[in-house]
C-alpha cells in the first residue's frame, strides 16, 4: 500500500473524529452544563473513579427525580385504577394516590372520594385525604374534621388529621391541636386524646406525656393514663424516667398507673422490679399486683420464686400475691404457693379460700384432702369451704 493512500486514509478518520467532536460539543452546549478542565496530578485510575462517580451521581439524580415525579398525583393513573376491579390493593393505591392530590389540591381531592359510591371505599379515601391534607395545612384539615356531625367518624377524622400532621412537623400538629382544642372546648379531650395518639404512634413520647402533664385537671385524668401507657409497653425505662421528673405528686401517681398498665403487658419482671424500688404507698401493693398477675401468667415459676424473694416488701408484695394468685390461668400448685406464702393471716386465708373453691370443682378429693391438713384457714373460711365441699360431694355422680 503506497504512502498516498496512507495519507488519504488517516485525513478521512482525522475529519471523522473532528466532526464528531464538533456535534458532540454543539449537542453539549444544548444540553449540558459547561465542563471546566482542572489540572491535577491524578493517575489512570482516580480518573476513572471520579468519571464513575459523576456517573453514579447523575444516574442518582435521575432516580430521585423519577421517584418524585412518582409521588405526584396523576389523573390517568386514577382513572385506570378506578376502571379496575376494586380490590384492596387497587383500593389502598387510589388511596395513597388521592393523599398526594390532597396535599396540593384538597377539595378536589374531598370531592373525588365522596363521589365513591362504595361506602366502604369513600371512608378510606377521605381518610386518605384528609392525611395528605394535614401534611400541608392542620389547621384547615382539623377543622373539616371537626364539622363532621358523626362522632365516631369525627375521631376517626381526627386520627388520620393529626397523624398526617406529626409526620409532616410535630411541633405544627401540636400547635394546631391546642387552637383546635381552644376553639371547641367541648370536644378538647377527644381531641387531644386522637393527638396524643399520633405523637406516641410516630414516636414522640414526651411530646405526648408533656401535652398530657400540662393539661387542665380533667384533660390530665384522661390523657396521661394514655401517653404514658404508650410509651411505657416500647420504652419504659425512659418513660419512668419522666414519671419521677413531675413535681405535682397527684399528677405523678395518675402518671405512674398509666406506666405501669403499660410495662405490665411488656415486661411486667422489669416492672414488678421496678415498683419493689419505689416506696411504700396505698397505691403500690395494686400496682405489684397488676405487674405480677401479668408475670404469672407469661412465667408462673420465676414470678412466684421472685414474691418468695421479696418477702420484705410486706403488705404491698401480700396484695400482689393474691391478685395473682386468685388468675384462672395459674396452676392451682403455683396458686396455692403463692397463697400461702402471704403474710397477712386474713389475706392469705381469704386467698387461699378463693383458690380451693374453684380447685374442689376440678378434683373435689384433692381439694378436700388439703382442707383436711392445711393449717392456714381462718374458721369462718374452714366452715364454708367444708360446706361447699360437703354440697359438690352430694351432687357430683358416683363413680
Known amino acids: 500500500m503506497n504512502s498516498k493512500s496512507n495519507n488519504a486514509r488517516t485525513g478521512v478518520v482525522l475529519l471523522c473524529l473532528g466532526l464528531c467532536f464538533a456535534l458532540g460539543f454543539i449537542t453539549g452546549k444544548k444540553s449540558a452544563r459547561p465542563i471546566h478542565i482542572v489540572q491535577t ?17 447523575v444516574s442518582t439524580a435521575e432516580n430521585n427525580a423519577s421517584t418524585v415525579a412518582s409521588e405526584k398525583w396523576s389523573e390517568p393513573e386514577w382513572q385506570r385504577l378506578l376502571a379496575l376491579p376494586a380490590t384492596l390493593d387497587r383500593n389502598a393505591k387510589l388511596a ?4 398526594k392530590l390532597a396535599a396540593v389540591d384538597p377539595a378536589r381531592a374531598m370531592a373525588l372520594a365522596q363521589a365513591q359510591g362504595n361506602l366502604e371505599l369513600r371512608n378510606e379515601l377521605v381518610l386518605s385525604a384528609l392525611h395528605g391534607w394535614a401534611r400541608k395545612s392542620p389547621t384547615d384539615a382539623a377543622n373539616w374534621a371537626m364539622a363532621l356531625p358523626d362522632s365516631g367518624n369525627r375521631d376517626a377524622a381526627l386520627s388520620s388529621v393529626f397523624a398526617g400532621a406529626v409526620a409532616a412537623d410535630p411541633n405544627a400538629a401540636i400547635a394546631a391541636g391546642q387552637k383546635l382544642m381552644q376553639q371547641n372546648p367541648g370536644d378538647a379531650i377527644s381531641c387531644g386524646s386522637r393527638l396524643i ?11 405526648a406525656a408533656a ?37 405535682d405528686p397527684q399528677v ?10 403499660g410495662w405490665a403487658e411488656a415486661d411486667p419482671a422489669g416492672l414488678a422490679q421496678y415498683l419493689g424500688q419505689l416506696p ?38 401480700d396484695q400482689g400475691a393474691a391478685q395473682a394468685a386468685t388468675l384462672e390461668s395459674v396452676p392451682t400448685d403455683i396458686a396455692i404457693g403463692l397463697a400461702e406464702g402471704i403474710s397477712d393471716p386474713q389475706l392469705r386465708s381469704t386467698t387461699l379460700a378463693s383458690v380451693l373453691r374453684d380447685w374442689a370443682y376440678n378434683n373435689l378429693p384433692a381439694a378436700q384432702n388439703y382442707l383436711q391438713t392445711t393449717t392456714d384457714l381462718s374458721p369462718a373460711d374452714r366452715k364454708q369451704l367444708s360446706e361447699v365441699m360437703a354440697d359438690l360431694a352430694r351432687t357430683s355422680p358416683t363413680p
Open 280 to 317: 411504700s404507698s396505698a397505691d403500690r401493693g395494686q400496682m405489684l399486683g397488676q405487674a405480677l398477675k401479668s408475670w404469672v401468667q407469661s412465667d408462673p415459676l420465676a414470678a412466684a420464686d421472685w414474691m418468695d424473694k421479696n418477702s420484705n416488701l410486706g403488705p404491698d408484695i
Open 96 to 99: 395513597d394516590l388521592l393523599e
Open 197 to 207: 395518639d399520633a405523637l406516641c404512634d410516630s414516636g414522640n413520647f414526651s411530646a
Open 211 to 247: 401535652l398530657a402533664v400540662n393539661g387542665s385537671s380533667d384533660q390530665q385524668s384522661a390523657w396521661l393514663g394514655e401517653a404514658f401507657s404508650k410509651w411505657a409497653s416500647f420504652q419504659p425505662d425512659a418513660a419512668a424516667q419522666a414519671v419521677q421528673a413531675i413535681d
Open 252 to 261: 405523678r401517681n395518675q402518671a405512674l398507673h398509666g406506666l405501669v398498665g
Open 41 to 57: 496530578s491524578a493517575g489512570p485510575a482516580t480518573i476513572v473513579t471520579n468519571i464513575v462517580t459523576v456517573v453514579q451521581k
